[in-house]
């Protein structure tokens, strides 16, 4: 058979095929040669699998773009989208290919084909297949939300190998008889193991990203495991219309399957109703990652592991720990496009050497020490093939070689990867000047400014001396002051038990960021040398602490102390909490702060959680006015910011504007600090803490 005949029978449609036309194939012998054939191979389609790899990639790569820098938050909505397309293109192949006719019978048996019968769709579902589709329709949307609430998309795709570990566990759990070993192959165990110093090495793991990031990549592992223990509980190879009955089983009821979970989901959890109408690039990066999505089910079934079916051979062609090299190669590939991609984006991701050491580790233990070996094996071979040998004499290596080899390798690219990553780090924009109040001279040294209503005051006071009790601030005597907007309050009583040296009362308006802007203004003369700004329920305690232990400093000028890393245009502000700058208060504030008008995609930095610190001379390095404007509107009970053109259907009280989200994510642009795109890149979140090699520069803008 030519190789132009293989492509197209690789590549074949759909088709319909009888029983009877089976029968008399498989008595004419050419159905077992075509079995026969297919366990002599070794190795899936090289074609295959390389449109897999750039599918795989194009869909990880567009997918997160589309979410984070197209501001698209809708993991669900894009994967019941991408099973709908799925289900249509789908559909239209299995018409194709029944209405298409050959007189080359053997070449339908080794094509793409559909079990006999014109029963409907449905009838084509296989039990035994049902924990592979619901694991795979599953796998979909929790990877999604995965790569959206994960920041750093390399963590992600480095943890691939945890794919075919999940799988070994579940083929080992259930004694399959397809398992390459009797017990759990130590490759799996090193896999995990790897893995897991991947992630504990990550500077900006989140929980949500974490959970569903993971679950998303073992789901796709359990879907393997269970693929293959389904096909051998469909009956025997030689089953044909059996496997082939259970195969399109399992492709209708994942899509079905699929089609219900993220549906269902995103109707109740996620709402479209961005104010910023889709862009043409929008769009296109829509049609690009839908169109990938289609590629690699079509091509190799799975995102991030090759998983390929297929349609001519009754048994599960993709392998397990060892993996086929082509499997392997091209997975890892495809792994390494999508790392050298996010190296060279924005945001920029922070990469450590030891990552991408584990990585490398997991990544080719995958071969077994065997598939290793034999690479080693073949590279020796192909140079005693030179034209002139340098040494003629070379003697065929040792498993210690092939180590030694791999090792060397390990080491290699693991140091060029992490040279491209800093690289790239390196080369971020620093922060635009910033306005300092030289000439202002603070009274005090450290002021605490506590929000709070109805909270516990024996909290409260918990609270305070855990922050008091941080590496800089152990050495002062911080001044705490308490604005309480509980008119029911006893100030006395509440100053004894906090502790704090004063308590003062507010109108119960504009969330905590009222409270803020009011002791701006209010006490703009008389601010402490540097303030801390938290609220009674302070977030994250945990994390919180070392934050500050491990940043606060003298020239600390601004310090966030909640969520990091998150930026957004600065015309189009948005982010994945469903917020979005409906005001236009961040081009507004950019321009009245720097004196020019900002950028359609000039980057802006977001703070969160309504908690920071911040220097006398930053705060006042802008003007009185812009605290004063901001205060008025955050505080008023009617007027333009209760617009229901701004509002929509989000929760809009005096105690609670919709305009007070805006103010909690612009404290880092009043205090010039948003611009910053080595803090945007750099800053590890509260979960990671600072890592090897941090510096406190890396999370704030210093007053030097």
Known sequence: MTSAESRAIEFAPLRGFDAEEAQNVYHGGEIEEDLEAGASRSEPSPIRAFIWMICSATAIYTTKRLMINHVYH???????RSYVVLGVVYIIALRMGSESTTANKAKILQGMRKPSGNGPLLSFCSTAMIPAAVAAAASLPMLLE??????????????????????????????SQSRSQSWLPWEALVAMGASAVVLYNEYRLMVPGLVWGVLGILFIGLARGCFVIGSERSGSDLAVQAKLKAYHGFIIMTLLFGMLFSGISAYFLEHIESIYPASLSTIALMVVQYSSIVGVAFSGTSLLAYSPIFFQDPRARFSNIPLH???????FLSSVLVLL???YSNPVPVISWIQITAYLSASFVLAGAGGIHAYVVKAVDASKRLPKPTNPEIRKPSGVFSGLALFIVVILFSGSLSFLASTSVNSVDQSLPSTFDLAYTPETRFDIVVSIYNEDPGMVKEMLEAVKATAMLKSLEPNVIIYTKDQTADLSKLKETTGANAVEFLENLGREGATYLHHIVDKWDSLAEQTMFIQAHAHNMRELIPRI???????????SLGFTGVQCDCETCGDRWGWEDKYDAIPVLYE??????????????LSYKGQFVASARRIRGISKSIYGGLLE????????????????GAVDRPDNPYFGFTVERIWSLLMQCATDGRVAAKCPSLLSGMGRGGVVGDCQCLDR
């Open 74 to 80: 809708y993991p669900l909505t894009i994967a019941f």
């Open 549 to 559: 232990d491990d940043y606060l400093v003298p020239e600390t000028g601004m310090l």
């Open 341 to 343: 991609a996010s190296i």
């Open 633 to 648: 509107t955050i505080t008023s009970k009617d007027g333009w910011s209760h617009n229901q053109t701004y509002v929509g």
């Open 592 to 605: 009245k702060i720097y004196s020019e008008s900002c950028s359609p995609n000039t980057p802006i930095l």
């Open 325 to 331: 090299s082509t499997e392997f190669i091209v997975s």
């Open 146 to 175: 995965g790569l959206l609430h994960m920041p750093s998309l390399p963590v992600l795709v480095m943890l691939f190998p945890l794919i075919y570990a999940a799988e070994s566990l579940i083929l080992f759990t259930c004694c």
